[in-house]
T-cell receptor, first 114, second 110 residues
Framework: AQSVTQLDSQVPVFEEAPVELRCNYSSSVSVYLFWYVQYPNQGLQLLLKYLSGSTLVKGINGFEAEFNKSQTSFHLRKPSVHISDTAEYFCAVSDMEYGNKLVFGAGTILRVKS | DAGITQSPRYKITETGRQVTLMCHQTWSHSYMFWYRQDLGHGLRLIYYSAAADITDKGEVPDGYVVSRSKTENFPLTLESATRSQTSVYFC?????????FGPGTRLTVL
């Protein structure tokens, strides 16, 4: 069985500061990894995904994530955040089967302060 | 418009009533999913479907029923709603390697 741990439930940060949202996963098989963002009262939007190849993945809105197989991590980073980045971020893992059935972490709320 | 839609967006019901949440996608994706979102739990999989007439349980299936007579529709039914089923429900479908989500249905069971 797979599981995902998002190590911080909330991350407060000032505008224009860098941020890292941490994600660790466990799985006995190869996986796909995803980060989704959810703005208040909205659905989930894909930020970025790791399927194979380069371990550094770039996504939308200036976000990037690095896949580290030895540490089973997939941390999300942004060098300079904006107020508009305030949202909840979900890390998810898929075992590449069953239509990419996802297992989600509990989410991290990013609060960007001015 | 192409995409995935859910209806209703908001629903209030009473304990013991039957409720059906609708999900429709226009991409002809084979796989469709239902998740529930609760504070502190992220999203948890209720049921999924690999194709019309093929469904399977996810992590939290108890109290829910699904059907899939057509590829584009995947309704979720709460046969006898309970307060613990108060949640936000998301439908999703999978393209080549990415899952796309609907806007969600906020269900309150009184």
């Amino acid at each position: 069985a797979q599981s995902v741990t998002q190590l911080d439930s909330q991350v407060p940060v000032f505008e224009e500061a860098p941020v890292e949202l941490r994600c660790n996963y466990s799985s006995s098989v190869s996986v796909y990894l995803f980060w989704y963002v959810q703005y208040p009262n909205q659905g989930l939007q894909l930020l970025l995904k790791y399927l194979s190849g380069s371990t550094l993945v770039k996504g939308i809105n200036g976000f990037e994530a690095e896949f580290n197989k030895s540490q089973t991590s997939f941390h999300l980073r942004k060098p300079s955040v904006h107020i508009s980045d305030t949202a909840e971020y979900f890390c998810a893992v898929s075992d590449m089967e069953y239509g990419n059935k996802l297992v989600f972490g509990a989410g991290t709320i990013l609060r960007v302060k001015s | 418009d192409a995409g995935i839609t859910q209806s209703p967006r908001y629903k209030i019901t009473e304990t013991g009533r039957q409720v059906t949440l609708m999900c429709h996608q226009t991409w002809s994706h084979s796989y469709m999913f239902w998740y529930r979102q609760d504070l502190g739990h992220g999203l948890r999989l209720i049921y999924y479907s690999a194709a019309a007439d093929i469904t399977d349980k996810g992590e939290v299936p108890d109290g829910y029923v699904v059907s899939r007579s057509k590829t584009e529709n995947f309704p979720l039914t709460l046969e006898s709603a309970t307060r613990s089923q108060t949640s936000v429900y998301f439908c999703a479908s999978t393209g080549t390697d990415t899952q796309y989500f609907g806007p969600g249905t906020r269900l309150t069971v009184l």
